[in-house]
């Protein structure tokens, strides 16, 4: 069944809740009353459609519906998640969810995105308060998976675990934050950052650019996988975390920050600040920039996923819970199907060459997995090797564009296995690739037959696929006419 979020302000942040929500399979709702709102969630998401399908090694759920309201009481019909993210101002927010608790369902969670206000302030004089919570998300909120879930007591438990459920389902982390505080975690980090470089620029000490270089080059992508605490402690070596403070805590009492002390926004320092930053990254659009961070994020996060750590552990799950089961049949076997991702593509704008080669390899390795050589065979000293591969390139594939490979066993006897992929987009035959494999002894690292269950699993698909018609291009090499 089809969930339905009702999105309340349309701008950067709820521009990317919606796209987020969207491209899970749930219906949009949106609210905005800004006559350019519909362009500008378009934009977004079409930002979103490339980008976030190709963190998933699986296919995506089927996009839902969209559709824009004229008035709160319109978009919020049927919805289970509404969120706010009108401006921050506690009056406009208050007005808006008397607005939204007059016709939304009484179960429905109501999420804001502030990045400054408590729930303790958004509930009061709200007819429910039990369904108000802070949701506070970070840009780009249809890639990045933290959700800042703050609660009062007012929230009843039932209703928590059901937000959290939700965000999970998307594709989020809800961090629980049960103690509210101002700026909640995450902006109290950044706004003591944010402080720091002000004073560095004030002084002259470094340019917005330094700065910049300084975070992405060096502890920016380490926070991106560990933290700040999981880093520490690793610096601390094999003595672990309480020799990292030993050495380094005495650092606290020296006079090296002005955390405590911020410096007055002038005119000059803030005009030096934009001067900076117009000759840094004035010669991207903003669209540009939010591509190029795009591609940088789901490398990154791709990256983490290999790793099975940070970002990547929670994508990994996520494809989890979106993979639908593959089972063999008499019929070609859908052995991949997902969507291309920014990191696949090369200078011509599609999909490279050894991308082609790793989709057949994934597709060739959920086979192998399907017949019963799987992880627990290959422990055992089994194994099936490549050794031979032949593809054909016939057409082209972009970043984002769905894709899928069905496989069929045209030979198994022996010690060989013989699989033919074709690769499609849609009813569309991009590629096909041949593979030889030939079964291995892990132990001598000699061809040998299958063990028989294995072998019997394969013959049997073989059989049945040499039933079903042949499709072109089986056996053919270079320079081979046909």
Known sequence: MTKTAAIIGGGVIGGGWAARFLLMGWDVRVFDP?????????????????????????AMPNEGALSFHDTIADAVIDAIWIQESVPERLDIKQKTFAEIQAACHPGAVIGSSTSGFKPSELQTGTARPNQIMVAHPFNPVYLLPLIELVTTDANNAELIETAKGLLTGIG????HVKKEIDAHIADRFLEAVWREALWLIKDGIATTEEIDNAIRYGFGIRWAQMGLFETYRVAGGEAGMKHFIAQFGPCLQWPWTKLMDVPELTDDLVDAIADQSDAQSGMHSIRELERIRDNNLVSMMRALKAQDWGAGALLKAQDARLADPVVLSDQAVRTVARAVPLDWTDYNGHMNEARYLQAFGDATDKFMELVGCDAAYIAAGNS???????IRHIDEVHAGHKIHIDTLCVMGEGKKMHLFHQMFEGDRLLATGEHMQIHVSLETRRACDPLPAVAAVIQKVAAAHALLPKPAGIGK???VKG
């Open 384 to 390: 099936f090797f490549t050794a031979e591969t032949h």
């Open 34 to 58: 800004d006559p350019e709102a519909e362009r500008k969630i378009g934009e977004v998401l079409e930002n979103a459609r490339r980008s976030l399908p190709g963190l998933a090694e699986v």
């Open 172 to 175: 989020c982390y809800p961090l």
């Open 477 to 479: 090499a270079v320079g």
